[in-house]
Nanobody
Framework: QVVLVESGEGVVQAGGILKLSCTTS????????MAWFRQATGKEREQVAA???????CAADSLKDRLRITRDDKRNTLDLQGSGLEREDAVTYYC????????????WGQGTQVTVSS
């Protein structure tokens, strides 16, 4: 069973920097793809950014200028970094993974809540 665990600063100042990490029970480089999603209360979960095994990335148009996905094979983490945080960024962030042969991401972390303070 794949285990994904998100971690990072739970409270970030408005305009400040976000840094989240996802650790896994397997090598991050072993997944076909990994991604960060986020979800606000009462809203649908949206994909923030994704990265495939080869390191190619894609990101939501509305977020790509502020949020960036990276993978650290040495630390075995998938990271999400951002700047210029806004109130809309105060949501729950989820790490997800797709293994070879799966149609999409099929493994999820429990999520980590981010609060943006003014």
């Amino acid at each position: 069973q794949v285990v994904l665990v998100e971690s990072g600063e739970g409270v970030v100042q408005a305009g400040g920097i976000l840094k989240l990490s996802c650790t896994t029970s397997e090598r991050v480089s072993s997944f076909a793809a990994m991604a960060w999603f986020r979800q606000a209360t009462g809203k649908e979960r949206e994909q923030v950014a994704a990265m495939n095994r080869g390191g190619d990335t894609c990101a939501a148009d509305s977020l790509k200028d502020r949020l960036r996905i990276t993978r650290d094979d040495k630390r075995n983490t998938l990271d999400l970094q951002g700047s210029g945080l806004e109130r809309e960024d105060a949501v729950t962030y989820y790490c997800a993974a797709q293994k070879d042969g799966e149609a999409g991401v099929d493994h999820w972390g429990q999520g980590t809540q981010v609060t943006v303070s003014s």
